[in-house]
């Protein structure tokens, strides 16, 4: 559930809640419904019953109150860890919308100029390397969980979900923020916007193609659920590679 960058009109008719780090946090319409909350709340209470089926309903929600609130904490804490790095740079993000639950980092120009190439890096390094930070924490608080009991569940929600958004989210794809990473490095070293949109292109095929064969392997091995989050993400790296999606889309 890594939420990426995305361009936003001045004119788009938002409506502002409140502010954290100085910077606007926006709604439009009903997003604000806690959609994605209520979603993942019973798919993990439904994972709960399938790996102890002798779980009654109330049980499982209750696994699932516990848990939920974990995974999507770690994505609302990438995207705050995003807003600060933002603010440290001198160029905070335009606006924090909360779309269905979860929050967006909004830029009006993706490709401010204004913005230093060091800037738009560390900008798009923030929300990583908190869920490193939060990944070496739910780690050793693993470590004093027993097994099968709730803590460990609680701790496994948290390791497994702080080390997909540390890792994923460096995928060299734009949107998510590995491209950006990139891209703006590459900028620094002395390429043009659009020599680096071009280099990331080329990764982005290359990559596409990796995934691809790591979700072979995945299923392969039974693995069902890592796999389809590969072919996710390898469709999205060939769409990038290939001119289909870009930046911004």
């Known amino acids: 559930m890594i939420q990426q960058p995305k361009a936003m009109q001045q004119s788009d008719q938002v409506t ?9 946090v926006v709604v439009k319409g009903r997003t604000w419904l806690p959609i994605t909350e209520l979603a993942v709340w019973g798919i993990v209470a439904w994972v709960a019953g399938r790996d102890r089926p002798g779980r ?50 909004v830029y009006h120009d993706i490709n401010d100029e204004s913005v ?11 929300g990583p390397v908190l869920n490193m ?10 470590q004093f969980t027993r097994a099968g ?39 620094d070293d002395g390429c043009s916007l ?15 193609i990796g995934l691809a064969a790591g979700a072979g392997a995945a299923f392969k ?4 659920f890592i796999g389809v989050i590969l072919v996710m993400f390898s469709i999205i790296a060939l769409a990038v590679g290939w001119g289909v999606l870009s930046e911004g889309d």
Not at 116 to 126: E, K, S
């Open 194 to 208: 659009d020599q680096a949109d071009e280099v990331v292109k080329k990764v982005d095929k290359v990559v596409g």
């Open 149 to 187: 009991s709730l803590g460990r569940e609680v701790a496994d929600a948290a390791v497994g979900m702080n080390l997909f958004l540390s890792t994923a989210s460096l995928l060299p794809i734009p949107g998510i923020d590995g491209g950006p990473i990139l891209k703006w490095a590459l900028v």
């Open 56 to 105: 009654s309903w109330m049980a499982r929600l209750g696994v699932g109150a516990l848990t939920m609130p974990v995974i999507l904490g770690s994505e609302w804490c990438h995207n705050l860890a995003h807003a600060a790095a933002a603010q440290l740079t001198g160029k905070p993000m335009d606006a924090l919308r909360i779309s269905w639950g979860m929050p967006l980092v």
């Open 116 to 126: 230093r190439p060091r800037q738009h890096i560390v900008r798009a390094l923030g």
């Open 221 to 224: 091995k039974r693995r069902r």
């Open 16 to 24: 502002r809640i409140g502010e954290v780090f100085g910077i606007p």
């Open 133 to 142: 930070l939060l990944l070496l924490i739910a780690a050793i608080f693993r």
